[in-house]
């Protein structure tokens, strides 16, 4: 499975931002968990929001209420809608998917998209 990120910028206080996440390769049926984390230099990733193949979601407290995931199961794509941005939202975002291989549970990673939020 091999994802590919889209979306990132520069944008301002306050306003918002779109990514895109869209899952390729033989076993994309096989994803289960897909979402986004987020890195700022010299911080550990930190999980921003996930979403099951159910739908069901999960955020970070920091984001919660102002950022929404959601899945196309149908296109393999995961998005997050980001509103009310915020200084510290600035990072590069990584979408991931967890998949099955056998009894296996594996991951894949995108490339990253870089967020910049500032006036």
């Known amino acids: 499975v091999q994802l590919q990120a889209s979306g990132g910028g520069l944008v301002q206080p306050g306003g918002s931002l779109r990514l895109s996440c869209v899952a390729s390769g033989r076993l994309t049926s096989n994803i289960w968990d897909m979402g986004w984390y987020r890195q700022t230099p010299g911080k550990q990733r930190e999980l921003v929001a996930k979403i099951d193949v159910g739908h069901s979601s999960t955020y970070a407290d920091s984001v919660a209420g102002r950022f929404t995931i959601s899945r196309d199961n149908s296109k393999v794509t995961v998005y997050l809608q980001m509103n009310s941005l915020k200084p510290e939202d600035t990072a590069v975002y990584y979408c991931?998917?967890?998949?099955?291989?056998?009894?296996?549970?594996?991951?894949?990673w995108g490339q990253g998209t870089l967020v910049t939020v500032s006036s």
């Open positions: 991931y998917a967890e998949w099955k291989l056998g009894t296996s549970l594996r991951s894949s």
